[in-house]
């Protein structure tokens, strides 16, 4: 069993900026792809990022491309999500996942295994 614990989240003005944190329990976070998603209100989860195991690998949601940078540290068993220039639009909340059964990076939910409780982001406009 893993466990996911995010945290970061708040309150931002637009073209602010939040780094959230994702802590892993479990020996083998450093084989896991691990992935970003966040639902608005009223909406689907989606897909916002996700790395492989080594961090050699990233992949983004166009619609935060070139503003969030994911990665992970391996020996911290955390994987950061660096959100600039956000906007009102990236209100949500965010959600990290591990997927234990794949070496590639899923872009659907149920794709990934593991979950954190989720934080709260919201930019004002």
């Known amino acids: 069993q893993v466990q996911l614990v995010e945290s970061g989240g708040g309150l931002v003005q637009t073209g602010g900026s939040l780094r959230l944190s994702c802590v892993a329990s479990?020996?083998?976070?450093?084989?896991?792809?691990m992935g970003w998603f966040r639902q608005p209100p009223g909406k689907e989860r989606e897909f916002v990022a996700g790395?492989?195991?080594?961090?050699?690998?990233?992949y983004y949601a166009d619609s935060v491309k070139g503003r969030f940078t994911i990665s992970r540290d391996n020996a911290k068993n955390t994987v950061y999500l660096q959100m600039n220039s956000l906007k009102p639009e990236d209100t949500a909340v965010y959600y990290c996942?591990?997927?234990?059964?794949?070496?590639?990076?899923?872009?659907?939910?149920?794709?990934?295994?593991?979950w954190g409780q989720g934080t709260q982001v919201t930019v004002s406009s």
């Open positions: 996942a591990a997927d234990a059964s794949s070496i590639r990076v899923g872009v659907r939910a149920y794709e990934y295994d593991y």
């Open positions: 790395v492989t195991w080594s961090g050699g690998s990233t």
């Open positions: 479990g020996r083998t976070f450093n084989t896991y792809a």
